[in-house]
């Protein structure tokens, strides 16, 4: 597997001008993974589910959770591995990690889960992580997948605490992806756990929605072609990193897992010094039997020259700028929302929409999808339904700025 890295900046250069001239423009990262399976061989999955099971999951929430899990171990291969943790005052272990060799079996444990008591969400997601370490330290393919409608109420809770933890056994072999259920859950805390964990963060507004999430996790996986991957920047100073990612001690940028047919976007305000060459390395670990540590390197040249100002910019520069920045604006909508100012979230939001319009035909660039966004994010205003706007402006964000929104 070898992804491709292309660079576009928003500007042509314009030739045979002086030296040591320096511009700030938009530069456009554009990494795509090669949709077709590797030929290496591929580690098996190992999954453990840490699933909710306090008071607030009674009823049609914790059932569609017990249908979900069983559609989800009748996908798995016979390499594939499974445990199933819940948690509620306390964790505990359903069944440990093994494979899928009687199905009924498992079907029967799951269909006997009850609800009740509190969230012990920390000690729930310990134990299914616990289970997965062994097999991690030999080279498989580990996550657990922590399902939750509340918010931690027992045991360790604080955000530090516990995207210390996740992120400490991430770099044991382990990721973490979370799914938030329902409008009550700490969306700002399971986001920040899924990134220190390499993993995706899942919103299910409805628990309908569960059997997609826990498909989408699987297929995710087994399209998985890298892992713990990070882009460094030289030559150029980043003055701003549009797509909001963590970064690496290093300076690096992490970003999301490779997945095989993925595309990320990533677009970087920097300030470019003429004469002096970009030069991009993209890093990860390779998801094979191997799972060594593997690089793509790209260097673009920058000529003696400054900007062509009067050159119109790149469209898909453009594009994808937009759809960041409208991201960004979506996480300050979020945060408005939070905060109880709905009168400012919708101000934010139309002006937001006005300057989409005009860019869009500036640029002459299709900004619709946003545009439909915005007004379905107006109309939960209009409702006053003050914790769907946070958790669905902070959906679409997180999907936009980590590549897992294609359009």
Same mark, same amino acid.
């Given at each position: 597997?070898?992804p *491709?890295?292309t660079? $576009?900046?928003?500007?042509?250069? =314009?030739?045979?001008l002086?030296?040591q001239?320096?511009d700030?423009?938009?530069l456009l990262v554009?990494?795509?993974?090669p ?14 589910l840490a699933?909710?099971?306090?008071g607030?999951? =009674?009823?049609l ?6 249908a979900a899990t069983?559609?989800l171990?009748?996908?798995?291969t016979p ?7 819940t948690?509620? =005052?306390?964790? *505990?272990?359903?069944?440990p990690?093994?494979? !899928? $060799?009687?199905?009924?079996h498992l079907a029967g444990?799951?269909?006997?889960? /009850? ?8 000690d ?6 616990? +289970?997965?370490l ?10 657990t !997948?922590?399902?939750t409608?509340?918010?931690a ?10 995207t210390t933890h996740f ?10 992806s ?6 009550r859950?700490?969306e700002q805390?399971? %986001? ?13 507004e409805?628990?309908?929605e +569960?059997?997609?999430?826990f498909?989408?996790e +699987? ?5 998985t ?5 990070s882009?460094?920047l ?9 797509n909001?990612?963590p970064r +690496?001690?290093?300076?690096r940028?992490?970003l999301p897992p490779l997945?095989a047919g993925q595309?990320?976007d990533?677009?970087?305000?920097v300030? !470019? ?9 993209l890093?990860w ?6 799972? #060594?540590r593997? *690089?793509e390197?790209l260097?673009v040249?920058?000529?003696t020259?400054?900007?062509?100002? =009067?050159?119109? #910019?790149?469209?898909? /520069? !453009?594009?994808?700028?937009e759809?960041?920045l409208?991201?960004r604006?979506q996480?300050?909508v979020a945060r ?5 100012d709905?009168s400012?979230a ?6 937001l929409?006005?300057?989409l319009m /005009? %860019?869009?035909?500036r640029?002459?660039?299709n900004?619709?999808k946003?545009?439909?966004q915005?007004?379905e994010l107006e109309?939960?205003l209009?409702?006053r339904?003050?914790t769907?706007?946070s ?7 997180y999907?936009?700025t980590t ?5």
């Amino acid at each position: 597997m070898k992804p *491709s890295i292309t660079a $576009q900046f928003s500007r042509p250069f =314009n030739a045979f001008l002086p030296d040591q001239h320096s511009d700030t423009l938009d530069l456009l990262v554009r990494i795509a993974v090669p949709a077709t399976e590797p030929s290496t061989a591929r580690q098996p999955i190992d999954l453990a589910l840490a699933i909710d099971v306090s008071g607030s999951m =009674n009823g049609l929430p914790l059932h569609l959770a017990k249908a979900a899990t069983k559609q989800l171990i009748a996908q798995l291969t016979p390499a594939d591995r499974i445990a199933l943790v819940t948690f509620s =005052n306390q964790a *505990s272990i359903v069944f440990p990690l093994q494979p !899928v $060799q009687d199905a009924a079996h498992l079907a029967g444990l799951i269909d006997g889960l /009850v609800s009740r008591g509190s969230t012990a969400l920390y000690d729930g997601w310990q134990a299914a992580a616990n +289970l997965l370490l062994p097999g991690a330290l030999q080279g498989r393919q580990a996550r657990t !997948v922590l399902l939750t409608d509340g918010r931690a109420n027992v045991g360790p809770r604080e955000p530090h605490v516990l995207t210390t933890h996740f992120g400490a056994t991430q770099l044991q072999g382990v990721s973490s992806s979370t799914v938030g259920l329902g409008l009550r859950y700490d969306e700002q805390l399971l %986001e920040a756990l899924a990134g220190a964990g390499d993993g995706n963060y899942h919103f299910a507004e409805r628990p309908d929605e +569960l059997t997609g999430i826990f498909d989408t996790e +699987l297929l995710g996986l087994r399209a998985t072609l890298g892992k713990r991957v990070s882009l460094g920047l030289q030559g150029v100073q980043v003055k701003d990193a549009l797509n909001d990612l963590p970064r +690496l001690s290093t300076g690096r940028s992490a970003l999301p897992p490779l997945r095989a047919g993925q595309t990320l976007d990533l677009v970087y305000r920097v300030e !470019v010094k003429a004469g002096t060459p970009l030069r991009l390395r993209l890093a990860w670990d390779d998801v094979s039997v191997d799972g #060594e540590r593997r *690089s793509e390197k790209l260097t673009v040249e920058v000529p003696t020259a400054p900007l062509d100002s =009067n050159a119109p #910019e790149q469209a898909e /520069v !453009v594009q994808a700028r937009e759809r960041l920045l409208v991201a960004r604006a979506q996480r300050e909508v979020a945060r408005l929302a939070d905060a109880g100012d709905l009168s400012g979230a919708s101000v934010l939001l139309s002006g937001l929409r006005n300057r989409l319009m /005009v %860019e869009g035909m500036r640029s002459g660039i299709n900004l619709q999808k946003e545009l439909v966004q915005i007004a379905e994010l107006e109309q939960r205003l209009r409702r006053r339904d003050q914790t769907g706007v946070s958790k669905v402006a902070r959906k679409r964000a997180y999907d936009v700025t980590t590549g897992r929104d294609p359009s």
